[in-house]
């Protein structure tokens, strides 16, 4: 007996030690899990995590809109449901099958090692490796340790700047870009050791090519400063002369600098290119290898993402009741990652997508073939009351567009009611009423011939472009903070909306998209002012939209570089200069078209990397 009751003992004693190894294990596992989740994802709260059903999607499960009972038959089609509860456990459980890779935890120990060497470097050193670490987008890991590093260097260095004269071009034009970027108000004066009596730069830089570049990139973080302006047309002149005398890959980055310039080109495109450079050239090292790494990690979460905004657009069904209007979920969706990249703003972007999709289908529906101004003029009385008696009597393609875009407001509405305590319902019905006003005014310039003047079109076209309406869901998606004083905030701060929409313009201008078609596709800007002043040539109106770029990208730089971070979320920013940034997708910001839209396929979604 006392044999069997040892036995037992003893049996009891191994399974409680394999217990308490399993937990020990599993332990790890989730200290792992919660490392990544502090270091990587930084995720701010996001309302979309909520056990509601959420918003702004159509895809499972599927239920029937309710109408009043004033209102138009209901469509057996038409489904309206938020990124479901189940949706969000699959991203996440999806997210935590990508990490459990092998190959996850290695790069997670390669973090930790370059988070070391902040403190085993000084001076120079330094900001050479938050800049490396930038230009790789891999910054997000080390926001304590850069911040803490540019302060540092902000406090030791700031007036030796200009008092030094041993300072050269190289470290004074990097440390005022990356400090002026985040945030420090460091003035342009810094480059006036480098100028001679009248303001021009002394000529005798034009040899130095590390530090032309490095000055190059300094000037388009520009606030109104003549100095820089003439920093930006000195280097830009000797780096184009330079380009002929260099070894080819040299010669390749700076071709690519001047045409794609860091601070205003689409960051993760200039990831991708200055990682090819370095791995031609031989000198990947620790940095790469995480940038690799991530650039994989963020290819798997943004296939997934993809596939569900893919799902949605079939379900929603858009794309066959309005054969007319555009059908390109991919191009989209490639939008929204530039404006808000990285796997914590997978939901964000989610909605970024949809409320894209609905702005460009409410245009092509302003611009279809053969719609008459009587029905257009309703369709926007419809969107100034929002009226389903009034959208009754409107044809059935105007009627399934507004209803579409009226119960996706209505569910965002509802989400922020419930999440937030207010209900934004007016100011987002204001933002669609907007863009719908603004559409209309252009198909009256165009049926009328009465065309306006460049300034009142620029004025009207801005709305048309739709970044109001996107930044105002996002603002709401961010979650944190999102109060209705904030919100009123956001419709005050005009110019904040306003460069960014006027930046997009005046490029898209340059260039209509051929798939538009119809009554507003024929009035541009570049067009209207050709017909003022008709006594210019091509090559004059570029350098016109160049200069009125330029001036719009150093007003947003004021709103943007130096905002009250107690305002908004720093993101909000960021991704109010992203918008800006997208439209280098087509165009270079020398106003060539050169289109980039496959590399950037390539890197967010389906490229290989080594």
């Known amino acids: 007996m006392w044999s069997q009751l040892r036995s037992r003992v003893s049996s009891a004693e191994s399974r ?27 995720a701010p709260s996001l309302p979309f995590f909520s056990t509601k059903p959420c918003l702004v999607s159509r895809v499972m499960p599927r239920f029937t809109l309710q109408y009043s009972k004033h209102t138009m038959k209901k469509r057996s089609t038409y489904h309206c449901q938020a990124v479901s509860n189940g949706d969000d456990m699959d991203l996440l459980r999806f997210q935590n099958d990508v990490k459990q890779d092998i190959s996850y935890y290695k790069y997670m120990e ?4 370059v988070r070391t060497k902040f403190s085993k470097v000084n001076g120079v050193e330094q900001i050479v490796l938050v800049d490396s670490i930038n230009r790789l ?20 260095h700031c007036e030796s700047f200009s008092e030094d004269t041993s300072q050269d071009l190289f470290r004074v034009s990097l440390s005022f870009r990356l400090l002026r970027q985040a945030g420090y108000d460091i003035s342009s004066d810094v480059f006036v050791k480098f100028t001679e009596m009248g303001g021009e730069f002394k000529p005798s830089l034009n040899k130095d090519i590390k530090g032309l570049l490095s000055l190059h990139e300094a000037s388009y973080l520009n606030t109104g400063n003549t100095i820089l302006r003439n920093a930006n047309a000195f280097s830009s002149r000797q780096l184009k002369l330079a380009i002929r005398k260099l070894e080819p890959n040299l010669a390749k980055l700076l071709k690519d600098t001047l045409m794609h310039p860091y601070h205003v080109s689409i960051h993760q495109y200039k990831a991708r290119q200055h990682l090819k450079f370095l791995q031609v ?14 650039f994989k990690f963020n290819q798997a979460i943004y296939q997934k993402e993809l596939e569900k905004l893919t799902r949605w657009w079939k379900t929603l069904g858009l794309a066959n009741e309005l054969p007319f209007a555009r059908d390109q979920i991919l191009n989209w969706y490639i939008l929204s990652i530039i404006a808000i990249p990285g796997p914590q703003y997978t939901k964000q972007r989610l909605v970024i997508t949809k409320v894209l999709s609905l702005i460009i289908t409410l245009d092509d529906t302003f611009d279809k073939h053969g719609a008459s101004l009587e029905d257009l003029s309703l369709f926007a009385e419809v969107f100034k009351k929002w009226d389903h008696r009034l959208a009754s009597l409107l044809p059935n393609y105007m ?12 569910e965002v509405s509802e989400m922020c009611s419930k999440e937030y305590g207010w209900n934004p319902i007016n100011y987002l019905r204001k933002s669609w009423t907007r863009i719908s006003d603004a559409s209309l005014t252009e198909v009256r310039w165009y049926t009328s011939k009465q065309y306006p003047s460049t300034d009142e079109y620029l004025k009207n076209a ?3 472009i739709g970044v109001h309406t996107l930044l105002l869901h996002l603002f709401l998606m961010l979650g944190n903070g999102a109060t209705e004083k904030k919100m009123h905030l956001v419709e005050e701060n005009a110019s904040l909306i306003y460069c960014p929409s006027k930046i997009t313009r005046l490029w898209d201008d340059l260039n209509i998209d051929p798939n538009e078609t119809g009554t507003g596709c024929d009035l541009s800007y570049s067009k209207l002012y050709m017909k003022e002043n008709s006594h210019l040539s091509t090559d004059d109106l570029m350098q016109h939209v160049r200069h009125l770029i330029s001036s719009e990208w150093e007003q947003l730089n004021k709103n943007c570089l130096f905002f009250d971070r107690s ?3 720093p993101q909000f920013i960021q991704t109010t200069m992203n918008f800006a940034r997208t439209i280098t997708i087509n165009y270079s910001f020398s106003g060539e078209p050169v289109p980039i839209f496959k590399d950037c396929l390539n890197a967010f979604l389906y490229g290989k990397f080594d």
């Open 16 to 42: 409680s030690r394999c217990r308490k190894l399993h937990l020990r294990q599993e332990d790890l596992r989730s200290s792992l899990i919660r490392l990544f989740h502090l270091k990587f994802m930084a």
């Open 399 to 410: 009627k399934t567009c507004y209803l579409t875009i009226n119960d996706f407001t209505n």
């Open 137 to 156: 987008c891999i910054d997000h890991h080390f926001h304590q340790e850069i911040s803490s590093t540019l302060s540092s260097f902000y406090k030791t």
């Open 567 to 569: 305002l908004f979320h």
């Open 110 to 113: 390669n973090i930790e090692i």
């Open 281 to 294: 050239t031989g000198t990947c090292g620790l940095l790469e290898d995480i940038a690799v790494a991530e």
């Open 462 to 464: 801005v709305a048309t």
